[in-house]
């Protein structure tokens, strides 16, 4: 595949990413930050979000398996989900974090764990997204070419 | 209800009916108190806590209404039953009285009859041969009729034995008859033929009594009892009348009278008979008592019981009223009686009716008052409940629009400010002339919305009760030559002249809220500003004690002794209607409380009559054409007068058109010392308090013919320490120079003056140079800048310093310095800091950012490097603690607000806790300066960071940490655009 074609797919790709509503212009200050005495901030924040909302999502679903839930604790998690991915711009994420601390203040159970499973789908989503987009960046970069704004 | 009222009319009606009413009288009263306890139902529903109260209001009035109506149907009774037992007695007496004159009149006939018989027992038996007969006696008796008015006729038969029939009959030469038949009689055991008999009766001669049966029956009974007997009543013969016949025996000899029945037999000579015609006997009687119409008699023989016989009367049985009277005729054998009857039904009882009705209505009419006076009670009580639930839901629905107000406005503002960061920071970068005009009037427009939106929002704070003031030390002179200055560019501008005066009774230092002063002011006088276009704008302040003493003593108050000459609008009829000023003006002369009237005063085009009562309500304007071409919101004035409710204060203006306005307003501040350390003290101005040490014990000399502008002048010349003299005209300042004995440092000389006179004062500066006391006086001229054009022809010639007004202390001690060559020490402040590319916007800056959030942190942390800044990161609240515990190296520290186990306030309380600690303990030496890196006073700026736009958390952030400045609102949103970093960069600056 020819590098031009591989550029045009990643600017296709990112615009579709945030057409869909995955992304919001966070994202793209976020791009903005990184230059080249930080080539890598974009990758590692995000894999920092990576690593961050499956520890949360992971101790969430524990939480819900419990008999007692503590809803005060539970809230705090999706508050820290909430702030995380508004840092990175996964904008979905971010909403459904919304409808999830509403829920966790109506102490509501169901609506809880459905919300979960949606965050999680989300989550999911927005993470294979932006790994496929990694991916294509890199092998811009391997194949010596830059990535285009 | 109307069902219930009509119900109640149904009563008198009920009343009327009696007896058989009574039963519908019930029935009604059963739907009535069905048909209310519904309503009392439904009614308690409603009211629920006055229900106790209403049913017994309920139940009173029921028993009234009850009460009443059978007592009126009781007076009723009471007065038919006593009309009835009148009527009776009155029945009673007068049939007693006709039976006892009946009897009385029959008794007197029959003793005269009585004594008939006894006058044929003496002539007819007692002789031989008799010396009566048939034609003696009815001559007789018709001669005698008149003494036996009731008797129609008398008649004698005489006992004849069978065994004598044959020679009787040939004696009277008749044979003996029967009755009705008139045949010879058939042979009898005895006869009792009648021998004589009254003309009128003679019919009945020769007939034998015995073979009637009635007068068998009779004549048996009377000879045996030897009284009068009666006949039951039959039709006459003739007459076909009704009548009686009275029997009497006639006996051959005197009986004792105890004699049996058998000797009577036996003694029995004959009967004498009386015929009594009843009806005419009780026709006459009746006539006579001349009552007839009144009354009806009925007489009856009720020897028989159940038979009654009526001897007199009509048989009209009518029921009703009945009187019965007994008659005695005097034979035990047969009883009579009269029966009375009033011939008309009794009247309509007229009077027991309409008392009792009366009655009835008045207690009706009453109960209804009462209904009616409870229902309008609890009408007006239902209404004002009902307002009162309005009222709340209108006031809610108030605090909920300035609510709304007040977070759309604050909403707003944040994106305003960073585009006009952005347009700051875009006048740094290289334009050229357009673009930078471009951005200029953006910035401009920019700046005004702001503007517009801090006051909507102040509004919105004022309404939802939402503004509360300040307790904190401030100069009021410093503030009112900020505000100056503030005017000062505009005032040059238009050439009008700009001044304040305030009285040397204010204290130095107040207590207060000097923003909202400041914004009081700043809002009379952008006002003044706009709407004059010559002449002056003044701001006096002075004590309320002081105004109240010269208000009769001010009479020099003309309308030509003004600032600038022009006429203005007498300000004490701005304060007229001040509370403080009546006769129960709230004045402690003992408390701390330090009254202030401020005035401004201009002389602009006036607010028309017209417009002057909506002056202070919000969003009113003279006219439509006012905002197009002075602009503004028309919500300053409602502000301030909010503001100066708020300060215990009153406003009021007074406007005058084509003259010019004066506004005037009180405010109560607390006095402030200035050795109290309780206030944090407001550090504006420092300078100008240092400077003024400079000039202490120096003299000037002002020279101004106005009294008034020579006052202003004196007042901020004093400021600064010098002693003042003011004359109206050169010689005068001359001669005070010449006399010598202190010296003058300084002549100030108004414009006004110079332009009149230049030429004297020309020489008068020449003189002053030939006075040798030293150093001759420096001259300077106090300028209107409006004339700075002139100010090269006209002073050129002399060594003069122009002042140009308004008169400030800082900017006339600068002059002055400069002037006279006082170590000039100043430096460069006011921030001309050289203009930074973005990219070093925070180079060498050390920051702190603290939060839980490792992805936050992170971007947080890239976006300050990328503006050069050195970022320590920390996670945990209490980490920050341990990094900021002085000495360190940060120069700001950025906290999320929202952490686990210690949130960011909490942080913040701890941090200043341990800062304030260290101070003290650098004041008191127990720590060296140089311990801490040479810093005194440790505090580091600390900024919150949060997504949460709500009030509470800005007001929760002023009031934890001192100094915890509330940014951005989102945290993210301007990051990397360069906004926040921009602010971060103002907010170091402001307290590194």
Known sequence: MGLVQLQRQLVDYRTSLYDEGFLDEQFTQLQELQDENNPDFVVEVVSLFFEDSERLLNELSKALEQQIIDFKRMDARVHQLKGSSSSIGAQRVRQLCIVFRNYCEAQNREGCQKCLQQVKHEYSIVKTKLESMFQLEQQILNAGGSIPV | MNWFINGEFKDPKAAIL?????????????EISNFSFKIHHQYYQFIGSKRVCKSWWRKLLFSWVIGWTLASVWIFCCICSHATEKRKETLASMCDERARMLQDQFNVSMNHIQ????????????KTPSAIDQRTFARYTERTAFE???????????????????????????????????????????????IFAQDIVSHVVSLDMLSGKEDCENVLRARRSGKGVLTAPFRLLKTNRLGVILTFAVYKRDLPSNATPNERIQATDGYLGGVFDIESLVEKLLQQLSSKQTILVNVFDTSNQSYPISMYGSNASTDGLEHVSHLNFGDPFRKHEMRCRFKQKPPWPLLAISTSIGILVIALLVGHIFYATVNRIAKVEDDCHKMMVLKKQAEAADVAKSQFLATVSHEIRTPMNGVLGMLDMLMDTDLDVTQLDYVRTAQASGKALVALINEVLDQAKIESGKLELEEVQFDLRAILDDVLSLFSGKSQD?????????????????????????????????????????GHILVTVHLVEEVIDSIEVETECSSKNTLSGFPVADRRQSWKGFRTFGPEGTMHPFSDRINLIVSVEDTGEGIPPEAQPRVFTPFMQVGPSISRTHGGTGIGLSISKCLVGLMNGEIGFVSIPKVGSTFTFTAVFAS????????????????????????????????????????????????LGIHVEVVSDWK???????????????????????????????????????????????????????????????????????????LRASMLAASLQRAMGIGNKGNPHNGELPSLSLRNLLLGRKILIVDDNNVNLKVAAGALRKYGADVVSATRGIEAIELLTPPHQFDA?????????????????????????INNCIQFGELSVDACNNVSNWHVPILAMTADVIQATHEQCLRTASAMAFFGVNKFRFFPTGAFVFGCRVYIESYA
């Open chain 2, 732 to 806: 005068q300042g001359l001669s005070i120079i010449n006399r010598g004995n202190n010296v003058i440092h300084m002549v100030l000389i108004e414009q006004e003056v110079w332009d009149r006179d230049l030429n004297s004062l020309g020489l008068f500066i020449n003189n002053l140079e030939k006075i040798g006391h030293g150093t001759p006086p420096k001259v300077f001229l106090l300028s209107n800048s409006i004339n700075s054009s002139r100010e090269n022809t006209a002073t050129g010639a002399y060594d003069l310093t122009i002042i140009s007004k308004p």
């Open chain 2, 494 to 534: 238009k050439g009008v002249e700009l001044a304040v005066y305030i009285s040397d009774r204010v204290p130095e230092m107040l207590i207060g809220d000097p923003g909202r002063f400041r914004q009081i002011i700043t809002n009379l006088m952008g006002n003044s500003i706009k709407f004059t276009e010559k």
């Open chain 2, 148 to 194: 036996r008015p009731l008797t129609s006729g008398v008649a004698y038969a005489v006992r004849v034995l069978h065994s004598e029939r044959e020679q009787f009959e040939r004696q009277q030469g008749w044979t003996i008859k029967r009755m009705y038949t008139l045949e010879p009689s058939p042979i009898q055991e005895e006869y009792a033929p009648v």
């Open chain 2, 18 to 30: 009696g007896d058989s009413g009574s039963k519908m009288w019930f029935t009604c009263w059963d």
């Open chain 2, 672 to 719: 402030g010392s200035s050795s109290s350390k309780e206030y944090k003290s407001q550090q504006i101005n420092r300078q100008s308090n240092s400077v003024s040490t400079e000039f202490h014990g120096m003299k000037a000399l002002v020279l101004d013919p106005r009294p008034v502008r020579a006052k202003v002048s004196t007042y901020h010349i004093q400021r």
């Open chain 2, 893 to 917: 520290c950025f906290m999320d607000i929202q952490m686990p186990e210690m949130d960011g306030f909490e942080a913040t309380r701890r941090i200043r806790d341990v800062e304030q600690n």
């Open chain 2, 115 to 126: 004594a008939m018989s006894i006058l044929i027992s003496t002539f007819h038996h007692g």
